[in-house]
């Protein structure tokens, strides 16, 4: 087992204040691992990072066929709960036949700011609309339904999740060891962390004239490349790096600071899958780290703003003044 390595580093007065360590994996179309940082074989709960796999059941068994880019961009979330994310989930949980307490992923005051502000002001309680995973349990929903399965669609042995498991070990390539309790309520399944950028990497080859599945993870990247705003929300990373990637990938965070980006080729069958991980669980290295590994790919510059934001930029204080930076750690990538 290698160790991780040194990715990003924070600096203050002129010397390191912060260090982050972590391990990442680049996956060619083929699955094979083309380059590694720390250990490739890392077992890892990819948590939301991997709710594009988990939606693969929902539209390769065509429980989907009804749904458009923006009910299956938000699937794939971890969204900030604004309105133009939970009008959505509550319209589709409507075209269900469905309500807001058919959910099973629990309530949270949202992300997004006028949403909570609005909150307070009427004086009403966050819903479950509100969870930054209620688009992912809407389609869960929906699987349900199409399946005419039962309510309780996170228990581990319901068709629904049975249903997930074996997508997301046919597609890392190994049977998961194990599983943990996502803050959602939804089983999520171990993998090493090559076998989630396999993952993203056949997401990324994926053949728009393939077999079901092929075409389903082309909709699932399709759709998160065209609702960037969607899949998180605004100042978010995967919404501002998908969109300065403009069409060309897609990524998508998980907590504990995993990260994963699907990077198609030119043409079908062609592409690049990536995970990584920082060990202390710090989403700020994560995303400074994601955007490393993106410039170091040539697929995103490092000017862009959406990179200097997390890479770069001056920290600044709340006088304004220039108090340190984050950096690329030497001899990363």
């Known amino acids: 087992m290698a160790d991780p390595v040194a990715m990003v580093e924070v600096w203050r007065g002129g010397r390191v204040e912060s260090a982050h360590a972590g391990h990442a994996v680049v996956c060619d179309a083929a699955g094979a691992v083309v380059a590694a940082w720390g250990d490739p074989d890392l077992a890892v709960y990819p948590r939301s990072s991997c709710k594009m796999v988990q939606a693969l059941p929902l539209v390769e068994s065509g429980a989907a066929a009804g749904l458009d880019d923006r009910h299956l961009a938000l699937a794939c979330a971890s969204h900030q709960g604004a309105a133009l994310h939970t009008g959505l989930v509550a319209d589709w949980l409507d075209g ?9 992923c629990g309530a949270h005051p949202p992300h997004d700011r006028d949403a909570a ?7 009403h309680a966050p819903c479950q609309l509100h969870n930054n995973c209620s688009g992912k349990h809407a389609g869960f929903l929906t699987l349900a339904r ?18 997930v498991r074996a997508a997301f070990e046919e597609v890392t390539g190994a049977p998961s060891p194990g599983y943990g309790i996502d803050g959602c309520s939804a089983p999520n399944f171990v993998t090493t962390l090559s076998g989630l950028a396999r993952a993203m990497a056949g997401f990324a080859a994926a053949d728009p ?26 100042g978010r990373a995967c919404t501002e ?11 998508k965070t998980g907590a504990e600071a995993v990260f994963v980006a699907i990077l198609p080729g030119e043409r079908p069958g062609q592409g690049l899958g990536l995970a990584l991980k920082i060990a202390d669980g710090a989403t700020r290295a994560a995303e400074a780290a994601l955007v490393a590994l993106l410039v170091h790919l040539g697929r995103l510059e490092a000017g862009h703003p959406a990179a200097l934001r997390r890479l770069g930029t001056p920290v600044r204080n709340w006088r304004g003044i220039e108090t340190g930076h984050l950096a690329a750690a030497p001899g990363f990538p």
């Open 96 to 104: 269900l036949g469905l309500a807001e307490t058919d959910l099973r």
């Open 117 to 123: 502000e609005a909150l307070i002001r009427t004086g």
């Open 146 to 163: 199409h399946q005419r399965s039962g309510p309780e669609y996170l228990e581990l042995d319901h068709p629904v999740q049975r249903a």
């Open 209 to 234: 004239a393939g077999d079901a599945r092929a075409r389903a993870m082309v909709r699932l990247r399709q759709a998160m490349m065209r609702h960037p705003e969607l899949v998180a929300g605004e």
């Open 241 to 251: 790096v998908m969109t300065a990637l403009g069409g060309r990938g897609a990524v």
